[in-house]
């Protein structure tokens, strides 16, 4: 059981995910839409709870990952990619926050 | 007989002394005018007597006289085809005789006297007869052979019977009785509309009643010699729902009461029905119906008697042996009729002003419904199925006549407002309608259509139920919070209630749909539902699984022609086929 809860996977370009095959990481290099699709099935598949994905990769898959947004038993989690941030990963943070409380505390504007 | 005075009138009720000998519900003849009425009370030597035409004009001392007689129905050939008034006077005939309106005191009888109709004899001279065997035959219309049977307190040895052409009030037979009286028998018999016809027993009913109307036969099935209830606010489509029963329901006579409704509704059957044609004769349909109109511009006190004409002729047609199916558009206004006489006598009012036998009344109406083993030594099977209509006033059901009759009927179909307003016809409310007769009814269709049939039909109900609970979800948080798996079971409700339960009466094809048609189609929505489930297991995507190209061909295979059904092969063989292809790249 500990040894689950440890495990964690990295999908998205082969150079911003390399870093995490340093820490155990399952890494599944992936660009297009089937590969990310394929390559977060098959981590799912095998029982990893926590997938990191580099955002652009997410985005080209937005709808596989929809489909792991209502299950328990896998995150997923988007991180900026080698070219930096686009602000996918804040925003979903932030369409969460309002969907639980009603009101956009997160924004930097306000 | 009786003759007496009028000492009151108030509206259609009168009251009229010097009337001892007169009997509860004789029909009597008010004033110069002949008005019919019928005695309701009886107080002393005065009676309360409702009169079935306009009353304006006539006032206190003009006389009154009974015929000593229970108001009663000619039963015989010409029924079919007629349209009658609510104490089956003959509506064409008084036109003919007196204009468009129906003018006072009219007197007509309600079979013609002048028709000749070819009378086959079935029993011979010396045979033994009694109440209910069948003495000969007449073929009324292409599809409805009339069956002469002796009348109620003849019993005895055919002494004489003829062949050939006779006009109703012709004796045909003559029969003598053990004390050696000859009775002179006709085609023609007198029945008093307010007691039932008898038999000889009720049986338990076991097949159903095919109307072509998917939501009914496969959701909530009527059985044949059963009673059903369409309760639903104005609008939500009870009278489409009447004419689509009266037009496709797998019976041999229709009897169609049209009870204090619209007279353009009555117009339309009119005009419809000899034009549609009988999916199982091929004959029109008017040549197996019988029309009761008593149109909301018609006197009230006819409206109460309506119901009762209607079943006593449906009883009749029953007792040939036949499965009758009454359509009552709508009790509730015969229900209004009820308490508006209720009013005038003076009684005690019960709930929302309703006289307090309302739902005994209703009970009596309905429980001449049945299948039964009709009178006559060949013991026949005749079957009645009633169907009535009720028009709760805003569509709130907790009134009196809808909860009177939710009591008795076990089959409710509940028209709602929302599906009406949502362009969902027949608007038959999945969730809130019941059938008490699937019980008795599952054998006939696991023989008869599938031995699946159980199962689909159980699992419709299970997704409808689910989609609504998931709809209660998706309005508090949206539809992002479901999961693919419901998201899918809402893709599949959407589809049995858009593609299968949906059904266009104005559409030539889809207006009927036989059962195999109905098993064909349930199964391909059901089976794309199994196998997307199955793709979605499989990692595809629920766009690909939603938008499979097959589903256009599976909403639309409700215009399938009853005559192409192999269609369904091909669908089905293109569902697996485009599943199968996801499938397999589902996996990457």
Redesign the interface.
């Known amino acids: 059981m500990a040894d689950k809860l440890l495990r964690l996977g990295a999908v998205g370009e082969e150079d911003a995910i390399l870093a995490f095959k340093a820490i155990g990481a399952v890494t599944v290099p992936a660009t297009t839409e089937?590969?990310v699709?394929?390559a977060l099935?098959q981590l799912s598949r095998q029982g990893i709870p926590v997938i990191f994905i580099t955002e652009q990769a997410a985005q080209v898959a937005a709808?596989?990952i929809?489909?792991y947004?209502?299950?328990m038993d896998t995150a997923i989690i988007p991180i900026p990619g080698i070219k930096g941030t686009d602000g996918f990963g804040a925003k979903r943070v932030r369409d969460n926050v309002i969907?639980a409380i009603g009101a956009d505390i997160l924004n930097q504007n306000n | 007989m009786a003759q007496g005075k009028i000492v009151k009138v108030a509206g259609s009720l009168i009251v009229a002394e010097g009337m001892s000998s007169a009997r509860m519900f004789d029909v009597v003849r008010v004033s110069k005018h002949r008005l019919i009425g019928e005695i309701l009370e009886l107080r002393g030597d005065r009676a309360s007597i409702q009169v079935y035409e306009e009353t304006s004009g006539l006032g206190p001392g003009e006389p009154v006289e009974s015929t000593g007689a229970p108001l009663s129905l000619e039963l015989g050939p010409g029924l079919i085809e007629s349209i009658f008034d609510g104490i089956q006077r003959p509506l064409v005939d008084i036109r003919e005789k007196a204009g468009d309106r129906i003018t006072r005191g009219i007197e007509l009888p309600s079979l013609s006297r002048e028709k000749k109709w070819d009378f086959v004899p079935k029993a011979m001279p010396g045979d033994l007869v009694a109440h209910g065997d069948i003495l000969g035959v007449v073929q009324e219309t292409a599809v409805v052979e009339h069956r002469i049977m002796v009348p109620k307190g003849v019993e005895g040895i055919v002494k004489s019977i003829e062949h050939g052409s006779f006009s109703v009030d012709q004796v045909v037979a003559v029969v003598e009785g053990k004390d050696g009286t000859a009775h002179q028998l006709t085609m023609m018999q007198r029945w008093p509309v307010r007691s039932g016809r008898p038999y000889q027993e009720k049986l338990t009913p076991q097949s159903p009643m095919i109307t072509g109307q998917r939501v009914i036969d496969t959701l909530f099935p009527i059985a044949s010699g059963g009673v059903a209830a369409i309760p639903g606010p104005f609008g939500s489509g009870k009278t489409v729902v009447q004419h689509q029963l009266a037009k496709w329901a797998q019976a041999d006579i229709i009897v169609y009461v049209g009870c204090g409704e619209r007279g353009n509704e009555m117009t339309d059957v009119l005009k419809e029905f000899p034009e549609l044609h009988d999916p199982q004769t091929g004959e029109t349909l008017m040549k197996r119906t019988v029309l009761i109109a008593n149109t909301s511009d018609m006197p009230v006190a006819a409206r109460e008697a309506s119901i009762y004409t209607g079943i006593t002729i449906a009883e009749y047609f029953r007792d040939m042996g036949y499965r009758v199916a009454i359509m009552a558009d709508s009790t509730s206004r015969w229900a209004e009729a009820l308490r508006e006489m209720s009013g005038r006598l003076e009684e005690m009012p019960g709930e929302e002003g309703y006289p307090a036998y309302l739902s005994s009344r209703i009970a009596e109406f309905y429980e001449r419904a049945g299948q039964v083993i009709c009178l006559g030594k060949d013991k026949r099977q005749g079957a009645i199925s009633a169907i009535g209509a009720v028009s709760p006033p805003g569509g709130d059901i907790s009134e009196p006549v809808s909860q009177a009759t939710l009591r008795i009927v076990k089959v409710f179909w509940g028209l709602s407002a929302q599906l009406a307003y949502r362009r969902h016809f027949p608007a038959i409310d999945w969730l809130l309608s019941y059938s008490l007769y699937t019980g008795n009814l599952s054998d006939w269709f696991t023989d008869n259509v599938s031995p699946e049939w159980a199962k689909l039909r159980q699992r419709t109900l299970q997704i409808l139920q689910e989609e609504s609970e998931l709809e209660e979800i998706v309005r508090l948080v949206g539809m992002d919070a479901l999961g693919w798996k419901d998201r899918l079971t809402m893709e599949v409700a959407r589809s049995i209630r858009e593609d299968y339960l949906h059904q266009n009466a104005f559409d030539d094809i889809d207006t009927y749909t036989s059962l195999t048609k109905q098993y064909r189609m349930l199964r391909l929505i059901l089976e794309y539902g199994e196998k997307g489930q199955m793709a979605l297991d499989a990692g595809v995507n629920l766009s690909d699984v939603i938008e499979l190209p097959v589903r256009e061909r599976i909403g639309r295979a409700k215009y399938i022609p009853e005559e192409s059904l192999a269609y369904f092969d091909e669908i089905e063989s293109e569902l697996a086929e485009q599943t199968g292809a996801l499938i397999n790249r589902g996996g990457l």
Do not use: G, I
Request: net charge negative; aromatic share 0%.
């Open positions: 089937d590969e699709t394929a099935h709808e596989a929809s489909r947004d209502q299950t969907k």
